[in-house]
């Protein structure tokens, strides 16, 4: 899922005003959109809030304190004249825009569709008609009917969203609840260490000081929680500006070896779906989801070539 969302932030390679063959103009979204679908209190609202906060340039909002107009462009009227109030996809414009709770907007899930892939919303409302560009990358995250995820539904029905919204969406996480003592004992001890923490602020000096000792004779966190690294994490600040100077400097082009490889793979999972009626439809916004999700690839290590 981290890595889903590092690719996210990075972003494919927008194609803008690019001609086909016919000679005709085609723009491309360069965004990668994620949605995180998962039962309650696995931590989607914290990864949220860091993605938010390590983009350049991020919004965070909240379903159910989210409309259509706050999300999108809404049109008021102030002393006879009308104006226009930017939402948060038109504020996010060129960065990231985080919707937790998204299951809680169902009803505005319409005027997204256009936003997500044209990239630009559009009003026509009181004698006023207006585009503003909206070329953010939406990270979601959702939780299924009933509190819990129900494997023998579909993610259509779990969500009750349309096709038509999911299938705008390039990386889609399946996050579920499962006990596993070993996860759990840890998640445990992480939370309780956190309330040791806190707890100890309001205890005697000399009863802090012996606490401290205690804390530091125990493991430390990377060595319970994460995978042994051979260097130390990027601190926020200076991810930040990786992401900021490869959006901006870095465009990254398919190889010969790469567009054959990513033909070969989207042509079996056509011939994969053809013949499962349960599986989601393959269309080729798959086909683009994974050309831009390798160019995020090469652009994480700052590469000019796929």
Known sequence: VKAGL?????????????????????????????MLVGDPGLGKSRLLQAVAGCAP?????????????????????????????????????????????????????????????????????????????????IIAAANPLGGHYNKSNTLAQNLKMSPAMISRFDLVFLMLDNPDEETDKRLAGHILKGQTKY????????HLSQQSDELRSRQNLRSRLQVPIECDPLPPQLFRKLVAYARQYVHPTLSTEAKEIIKSYYLKLRQRSAGDVSSPAVTHRLLESIVRLSEARARVELREEV
Do not use: W
Not at 20 to 34: A, F, M, P, W, Y
Not at 76 to 97: H, I, M, P, Q
Not at 199 to 206: L, T, V
């Open 57 to 137: 340039r991020g919004v965070y909002v909240c379903g159910p304190s989210a409309s259509a107009a706050g999300l999108t462009l809404s049109v008021n009227k102030n002393g006879g004249e009308f104006s226009l109030e930017a939402g948060a996809l038109v504020t996010a414009d060129r960065g990231v825009c985080c919707v937790d709770e998204f299951d809680k907007v169902s009803t505005e899930h319409g005027s997204l569709l256009g936003a997500m892939e044209q990239q630009e919303v559009t009003v026509a409302k009181a004698g006023l008609v207006a585009s503003l560009p909206a070329r953010s990358t």
């Open 199 to 206: 707890s100890s602020n309001n205890n005697p000096p000399g």
């Open 6 to 34: 590092v690719l996210s932030l990075f972003g494919g390679v927008r194609q803008s005003g690019a001609h086909d063959d016919k000679g005709s103009k085609i723009n491309l979204r360069g965004d990668i959109h994620v």
